[in-house]
């Protein structure tokens, strides 16, 4: 198969997790005989800095004519405690997800085996875990209406959503559900916002077209209690984009690190695959962030392009890793941690 | 000293429930001298029942009249899933909330040394947790515009803070910081969100009028993972109505119980006690609800009135309930199982 793979590394650690994601994928294509050809595009921080713009045209150019996106990460300190700065690179992840059309975000939450006892929460309560979380991520108060009033004392946001926009999203999550338990769970705050309102309705009306699906509706505040307390009780989530950004940060605690998630995004165009984690900003530039998550990312793209193989070889391999010990700083636990680089490495020689 | 405190029992185990925090305040008040009176009134989908509206005017009358209100539950299922309802119990909640001007929702975060093992965290990672989440009650998406466009077919919610509102919460949270390790953590997505950066900006301004509280700015996805990855690093959080809600139930995991977490809400009148659990329908009128959320909200009641001894004295004599398993269903695991008005019985003969 010939791949054009677009690649925004963007900031922080991003380059440096990206970089393994590369390594591991072009080892898996000269094993099974793919041609992949990357073309590096600028995003976040670093696009910022360089042409004033977070994601500018060129790079969606480039995502737009690739076969798929592999993102790094996005954000930088220097804009988070500043207010009134007027270009931010979390905007550039925002105009990327809408103008890729990618209305989807699936993040399945798993455990490892070799790592189930790094969990905060306990080996009988998430052993077996092995649940998807499908968060909208072209609506919801991330894209209405906002600004201030009253000479800047009143800042408001519109969180707004069309029953087409849901419709899009819950038929991703019905037909997930039907590949999987038959189990979905649609979670909103119905009972107080209009536009979950709207979510349960629509999803509502929705049910007799999968007669087979066991549909729930929960309250994203019992969610958040629930997600940790027995995560085996999920199969499919579905939900809004800010309730998606909590939950999803909230349940990659269940695998015991942020640093493995994978994720990927997906809509009408180009899907894109990204770790779950930050830009991290403390660690960038020192080879010691975890690659796995974007790895794993990667595993996820080639599943997507129907090379099973593929990404069962990228997923064994990071498993084979775990349990030899060749792990990073933030799963070393006072054994030898590994740089960023090493464990590229050592995952391309050993696929 | 005379206390005139209005008894909101609300739904499902609601009634049961405030019995029992009835019974054990009765039992202080005898033992320290004290005389209550307690006046009924209705709320939620027992006043729509009764009068065709969740907070009547009478029961508003009765809370201002009130020196505090201890309130149960509110909410019935037969709401959650018709979207068409046009009174719910919960607008009774938002409007007591509103009416009384209860803008902080404090929910303590703790461990019960006899209960640590229930909790699903792991015993390391939450010894010692002692944090406070001042919630804002009376602002954001929960109270600002919301409605239907295009003939139903787009929904909207506003969330919307001033300047002020902000600062009235923040101020408590600075001031419950100086009393305690001076921490406090603002929680937002000022990434995303116009009323997030007002947030954040606001808290910004009032450091320097606190000059021993160090502030942290964190975002709440982020928090929403490290709260249950590391409970300790927390103290005091500051956060707007909405997160709050997320958050403050996510916390509740850490104790191992919903039943045992008790909350006060303050601002410019009546003050307000209430468990963080909700109106449990399913358990409702079968006497298995746990009743220690609420026994404790009422220790929180006797504190504010400066009644330290009296809230010692509750709260002593629940720990000792649970060191002795005299507990409900939900902490009994395959012992004796206490009804909810034998607990209370038993608490009222032990002050
Ligand atoms: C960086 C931020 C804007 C983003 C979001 O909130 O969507 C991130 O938290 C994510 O989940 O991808
Ligand atoms: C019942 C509901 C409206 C309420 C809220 O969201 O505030 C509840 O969840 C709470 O936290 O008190």
């Excluded at 073309?39 to 737009?64: K, S, W």
């Excluded at 989807?104 to 006892?117: E, G, H, K, M, Q």
């Excluded at 209405?144 to 707004?160: S, V």
């Amino acid at each position: 198969m010939k791949l054009n793979i677009a690649l925004l590394a963007g900031d922080g650690i991003g380059p440096e997790v990206i970089d393994q994601a590369v390594k591991v994928s072009n080892a898996i294509a000269k094993k099974y005989n793919h041609e992949i050809s990357w073309t590096p595009a600028l995003t976040g921080a670093a696009a910022i800095d360089a042409v004033g713009e977070p994601y500018p045209d060129e790079t969606h150019a480039v995502c737009e004519a690739a076969d798929a996106v592999l993102f790094g990460a996005i954000g930088h300190p220097r804009f988070d405690n500043d207010p009134s700065a007027k270009v931010r690179p979390e905007q550039g992840l925002l105009k990327m997800r809408q103008k890729l059309g990618l209305f989807a975000n699936v993040r399945p939450t798993f455990t490892f085996p070799s790592l189930i006892d790094k969990s905060p929460l306990k080996r009988e309560r998430i052993e077996g875990t092995d649940l998807i979380i499908l968060r909208e991520l072209t609506g919801g108060v991330y894209f209405g209406e906002r600004g201030r009033k009253d000479n800047g004392n009143t800042a408001f946001d519109t969180m707004t959503y069309t029953r087409a926009e849901i419709q899009r999203l819950a038929k991703k999550g019905f037909e997930m559900a039907m590949t999987r338990s038959k189990k979905l769970c649609c979670v909103d705050k119905a009972n107080v916002l209009e536009s979950s309102r709207l979510w349960r309705e629509t999803v509502q009306a929705m049910e007799k077209d999968y007669p087979e699906v066991t549909v729930s509706y929960e309250f994203v505040d019992a969610v958040a209690m629930r997600l940790v307390q027995w995560p085996k009780g999920y199969d499919v989530i579905i939900t809004e984009n800010l309730f998606g950004d909590i939950l999803t940060d909230e349940a990659s605690v269940i695998s015991g690190s942020m640093g493995l998630m994978p994720s990927a995004s997906v809509g009408t165009k180009t899907r894109l695959y990204e770790p779950i984690h930050g830009s991290y900003p403390q660690a960038a530039g020192k080879d010691i962030a975890n690659p796995l998550a974007t790895v794993l990312s990667a595993a996820m793209m080639f599943e997507d392009f129907d090379l099973k193989e593929e990404a069962q070889a990228i997923r064994d391999v990071v498993n084979k890793s775990l349990a030899e010990g060749v792990v990073s700083e933030d799963l070393a636990e006072g054994g030898k941690a590994y740089k960023t680089s090493e464990i590229g490495d050592w995952l391309a020689k050993n696929i």
